[in-house]
């Protein structure tokens, strides 16, 4: 029962990561950091860190950290160390990725630890709306449990538009399923990417499709270097 209990909770977090990356990569030798924290009426709150690094011109690493807090009390912490490689046409309008990871859940009444592998699947391309441009991508992802059969898989939709140099548009429909419970959340978000400044600023909410009223209002900080 823990187990399954702790994967649900885990849910929200492992749905929640950079899916802004998609299939792109980052630059060999450069580095995309971000720290989010996210809250509801109710006191649940959630906090991730985000880390990419640039090893080869099709080749990434990272690292996604989050730690969420229930107004219950029940905390969970987890961490995923993957690497993300590019295949297919580099100069393709259609762009591909695979993911594969490791990583563990800890938290719990005993601070159970449970260890799992991440695979993925991104595909990605830019797009243009009315002279704006952007992009559309889709990301799947299986979170395979070393303990049991309570396997998670997901999918997150992106849609993202570049407003002017100041403010970009972001949606995200993000949905997964864990033994035969499915959960859904819709992200909306705004971008703000000040002159002068290295930081970008996240403004959005985290709205769970069976529960309107438990949204939670999302702040988050990106770094570019």
Not at 5 to 15: G, P, R, T, V, Y
Not at 170 to 192: H, K, R, Y
Request: aromatic residues 14%.
């Amino acid at each position: 029962m823990f187990t399954r209990l702790i994967f649900i909770l885990c849910l929200a977090q492992f749905m929640a990561t950079a899916t802004w990356a998609g299939p792109w990569l980052r630059e060999k030798g450069s580095s995309f950091a971000s720290f989010s924290f996210s809250a509801s009426a109710d006191l649940d709150a959630r906090s991730t860190g985000y880390f990419e690094f640039g090893i080869t011109p099709t080749s990434t690493i990272g690292l996604d950290l989050g730690f969420s807090r229930k107004h219950t009390g029940a905390k969970l912490g987890y961490g995923t160390l993957f690497l993300r490689r590019a295949f297919g046409p580099s100069d393709a309008s259609n762009k591909y990725a695979y993911e594969i990871g490791v990583g563990g859940t800890y938290g719990g009444p005993k601070r159970n630890m449970i260890p799992h592998v991440k695979t993925g699947l991104s595909w990605g391309r830019g797009v243009q709306f009315r002279g704006k441009s952007g992009w559309a991508t889709i990301d799947s992802g299986i979170l395979w449990n070393l303990n049991d059969y309570n396997h998670v898989t997901k999918i997150d939709t992106t849609l993202g538009l570049k407003f002017s140099d100041f403010i970009t548009g972001i949606v995200q429909l993000n949905l997964a399923n864990q033994a035969d419970e499915t959960f859904g959340f819709f992200e909306p978000s705004v971008v703000f990417s000040p002159k002068n400044m290295y930081l970008k600023i996240q403004l959005g909410l985290v709205t769970p499709l069976e529960s309107i009223k438990k949204t939670s209002l999302k702040l988050g900080l990106w770094h570019e270097f």
